[in-house]
């Protein structure tokens, strides 16, 4: 029976925000990209259960320009909506530029396309006065965009209020000063995520409440009347990972470690959005969390998940167990089944373009990737340290599971301690594991070792004994880590058969949202790396990329 259910979350790895919309019988959710490029990834379904990356909004690297923001920072919270009226898709994001002393420097952003494969428009400009903007079409033909007003005077209640402006899609411009409508349908706090619907006589307006950690949930409100006032939903939260009631209003930490749930195994639901299907369902999709215990770190970051719902007699939504508490299994859709073809676990580079599901932080991959030069290989062309805010030639894939191996076969020769090439397990700029090939001056030779970089400090393990392997130059090197859990493992080889493994056992824990002090809101990835520290010209080789996910485990 469990085979046919769907199994919670439906996007593993960083997929944190959902908005879904529709087009007829077409389902798309777009999901935040933070600092990864390309941004704002696009999913699609038929059948509520098969789901296929079908595209990217933001494919210009340089708008918005991504570099040099910090961890965690970047495209924020996307709202995709589908106006029948215009025959347009609209997609509105916020641009996350600081949080230096908790003012929230953000800038919203809107695109238009025909297709969500594109072509998107060039960005409107909306306004700075807060984030996880959203817009809403009204059926007189009016559009209004939400968000959260951001707070900044140190005596008033964090994060603020939601607010509401109308947009003039003639001018592209925002029509007078924003008005604050909504102040929570609970007293968990932290209101944000806005979404405004209409059905029937009523205007909902959908939000997240509590932070976006432990105490996490979706809540409801109506009004007749667009401006409001907007009554609260009885029932609020219709959604959350912990039922608790509580008034947290003067907490405007968005992690509340407290309120973790240990009868649930998914935290942290909330910042929802749904859709009404033709066939009558209703559903829903929210981020969840999967934290290790007791540390309550979450090394898969936010991840997307969906529920089943239902409108009561008397207008308001809910689960279809009329139960609060998100659930890992649910009931699949009635609409006939639609396959679609899953992300490959094996990449070797025989196409001249980069498949769909590649990022690379702050820049475009195909800045620093060759496909062309060395048939049946992937260039990269070394540039910065990972360290770096600026330009790094990483190209990645999202982990999406805790037991997993990821190998690679690289032909690289390094001629100074400067050019590194290898594979690397990448949370941030500041925290990662690094298997990577240099010029080692002490042996006089290429040499092997793993680097780790921990909240900022580095630790250079193989200047341990038994932790630096020469090799030689103009041979094929096998590169691999191993994921099991909170394990990860290191390992070579020279004939992709026999594998030694190299550096100690690392902790995956420490590559989460928790326990980095520099970054947060995103999740790890895995990919292959390069590093000219001296003129960002000098290259590796590989041959192939594969991540191979142990069937029987989902997640951690």
Known sequence: MMNEMIQNPIFPGFHPDPCMCRKGD???????????????????????????????????????????LPSAKGIWAPCLTYCEADDLFYLVYGVMNSMNARYFDVDNYLITAQDPKGPWSEPVYLHSMGFDASMFHDDDGKKYVVALEWETRLAYEKPGPISIMEYDPKTKQMVGMPKRIWRGGTDRGCIEAPHLT????????????????????????????????????????ILTSNPTVANERADW??????????????????????VDLPNGETWMVFHVARP???????????????????????????????????????????????????????DDFDSQKLQIGYYAPRIDPG?????????????????????????????ARKLTSLHMTATTKMDFTPLTYQHTAGLILYYDNMNFLYLYKYYSETLGRSAIGVLELDNGTKREHHLMQGNRVPVEDGKD??????????????????????????????????????????????????GITC???????HTADFDFFEMKTEEEHYGI
Not at 205 to 220: F, I, S
């Open 477 to 526: 090197l096998y590169l691999r880590v191993g994921i099991c859990g909170r394990d990860v493992q290191f390992s070579w080889s020279l004939d992709g058969e026999d594998y030694m493994d190299i550096g100690p056992v690392f902790d995956s824990s420490k590559l989460s949202d928790e326990y980095s002090e520099y970054g947060e809101f995103t999740g790890t990835f895995v």
């Open 367 to 395: 800045t620093f990737v060759d496909l062309v030069s060395r048939p049946g290989w992937a260039r990269l062309r070394g540039q910065e340290s990972g360290s770096s805010l600026h330009k790094v030639s990483l190209l």
């Open 253 to 274: 930490d968005h992690l509340k470690t407290r309120y973790y749930n240990p009868d649930v195994k998914l935290q942290k639901a909330g910042h929802g959005s749904y």
């Open 198 to 237: 209409k059905r029937g006589e009523y205007y909902y307006v959908m939000c997240a409440e509590g932070g976006t950690g432990y105490y996490h949930c979706v809540t409801m409100g109506r009004a007749r009347n667009i401006m409001g006032p907007y009554e609260p939903d009885p029932c609020n939260p």
């Open 531 to 537: 590093g000219d520290r001296m003129m960002h010209k």
């Open 292 to 346: 290790f215990v007791p540390e309550l770190r979450c090394t898969l970051g936010r991840e997307t998940a969906m529920q089943r719902m239902r409108w009561t007699e008397d207008g308001w939504l809910r689960t279809i167990g009329d139960s609060n508490l998100v659930e890992e299994f649910v009931q699949p859709s009635q609409l006939p089944a639609c396959l679609v073809k899953p992300l490959p676990t094996y």
């Open 26 to 68: 077409d389902i798309y959710v777009v999901v935040s990209s933070n600092e990864w490029f390309p941004g704002l990834p696009i999913y699609h379904s038929k059948d509520m259960k098969h789901w296929e990356l079908f595209s990217h909004a933001l494919t210009n690297a340089e708008e918005p320009d991504l570099k040099k």
